[in-house]
DNA sequence: TGACTCTATGTCGGATATGACATACATTGA
DNA sequence: TCAATGTATGTCATATCCGACATAGAGTCA
């Protein structure tokens, strides 16, 4: 099994839990992905906030229904910067970002 | 010119001036360079008051001391991932990070 | 039922970021 | 002066991420 298609997998099982245990991740790495996920969420939510569809949301950032589907689900081919401007693209300023972290 | 030169050049224009303006990027586009900018400044400052040397920090981060210098030249190859992942490495936690965007 | 809308997931070729390397420049100290 | 150390910058092959597409599933409405 590859790395790549095991940490899909394992994103599935941070559905439920917190991020940090059951994967053996260093708690920079335990950091890191708990921030991609947080934006993650963030980003749904402030799309659902506007009324969008996925598809609407991918036409304003001039991307796919599908790249924003994995950006919610926190896919971990989704990049921390796709999915910073696309909240930028959703209207979040720096200080926005800034609490969505605190 | 291509497009990858060009923002590197105006990546130096950047140095003076609160990159914003005198290059026509939109608000969120403008937004995101700013980020960028300020996590670049942070690692800098966070590395050496570690007194740590590039060198030292790119085998903490195993990657090298040219990447390093350009993640601190706020270079535009540097993704946003990169910079995040650094200072955590550096012991930076999430709320070390969003006070970084506030 | 079936058409429609929205979302999830896998895959792929092309685009971008990566570490590594070479090399230049700056500063320090002997 | 020279060597040592630290930093900057350009390039390259490879790794990773990207938009796009196909397709499946869930929910709604007539």
Chains 1, 2 share one sequence.
Do not use: H, I
């Amino acid at each position: 099994m590859n790395t790549t298609k095991r940490k899909r997998l394992e994103a599935k099982g941070w559905k439920f839990g917190n991020a940090s245990d059951f994967l053996n991740l260093s708690p920079e790495e335990a950091a890191y992905v708990e921030v991609k996920l947080e934006l993650s969420k963030r980003l749904q939510a402030t799309r659902r906030e506007k009324n969008l569809s996925q598809e609407q949301l991918a036409q304003l950032l001039k991307s796919s229904q599908s790249r924003v589907a994995k950006m919610e689900a926190g896919d971990p081919t989704v990049s921390l910067d796709l999915l910073v401007r696309s909240l930028l693209a959703l209207g979040a300023s720096r200080r926005v970002l800034s609490r969505m972290l605190a």
